[in-house]
T-cell receptor
Framework: GAGVSQSPSNKVTEKGKDVELRCDPISGHTALYWYRQSLGQGLEFLIY????????KSGLPSDRFSAERTGGSVSTLTIQRTQQEDSAVYLC????????????FGSGTQLSVL | AQSVTQLDSQVPVFEEAPVELRCNYS??????LFWYVQYPNQGLQLLLKYLSGSTLVKGINGFEAEFNKSQTSFHLRKPSVHISDTAEYFC???????????FGAGTTVTVRA
């Protein structure tokens, strides 16, 4: 596609439910990032995928968070047993070969946990 | 660990006035520096970046930033803003050869007629 695509754009869920957020990176980009943007705070790194290498999961805030990337393309971020503090905008970004100099961001998924 | 401080959370400014957004970082090693802009309901878009070379960097939409190593700063400036510059601006830092960006908390710029 022309850019990084994220779905859904908005998600409202009840506390305790599981949610899945999807990211479709730019075709040919081997690196994929997830960031979280909480109100009044900067972007917080969550996880990084690069090709077939083991992902860097060092930013995931708890074991309720997990992510996978199938076939080196689409990625899904899953949050289990959502809590109100999980409410945030979840941003996905991709780049060619992990080049931090040319990072392209999606429009994000606004997650609201009631 | 790196940290990025954006000194102003909100900057109101009148149209055609100049604006400066301040960014300081903490790192003792060489870094790459970035400014991103986020328009309402959109993803982040790269405004400009400093990798090496000239400390004055020019970006899109008339923005520029100056890298000051001694003051560990990378302030963003525009001599004359437009209504369309209303957005949130993020400063970001990465170590050279690292794949992670550390972001500041953001500065919301509101341009008024």
């Amino acid at each position: 596609g022309a850019g990084v695509s994220q779905s859904p754009s908005n998600k409202v869920t009840e506390k305790g439910k599981d949610v899945e957020l999807r990211c479709d990176p730019i075709s040919g980009h081997t690196a994929l990032y997830w960031y979280r943007q909480s109100l009044g705070q900067g972007l917080e790194f969550l996880i990084y995928f690069q090709g077939n290498s083991a992902p860097d999961k060092s930013g995931l805030p708890s074991d309720r968070f997990s992510a996978e990337r199938t076939g080196g393309s689409v990625s899904t971020l899953t949050i289990q047993r959502t809590q109100q503090e999980d409410s945030a905008v979840y941003l996905c970004a991709s780049s060619q070969t992990g080049s931090i100099e040319k990072l392209f961001f999606g429009s994000g998924t606004q997650l609201s946990v009631l | 660990a790196q940290s990025v401080t954006q000194l102003d959370s909100q900057v109101p400014v009148f149209e055609e006035a100049p604006v400066e957004l301040r960014c300081n970082y903490s790192s003792s090693v060489s870094v790459y520096l970035f400014w991103y802009v986020q328009y309402p309901n959109q993803g982040l878009q790269l405004l400009l970046k400093y990798l090496s070379g000239s400390t004055l960097v020019k970006g899109i939409n008339g923005f520029e930033a100056e890298f000051n190593k001694s003051q560990t700063s990378f302030h963003l400036r525009k001599p004359s803003v437009h209504i369309s510059d209303t957005a949130e601006y993020f400063c970001a830092v990465s170590y050279q050869n690292d794949y992670k960006l550390s972001f500041g908390a953001g500065t919301t710029v509101t341009v008024r007629a």
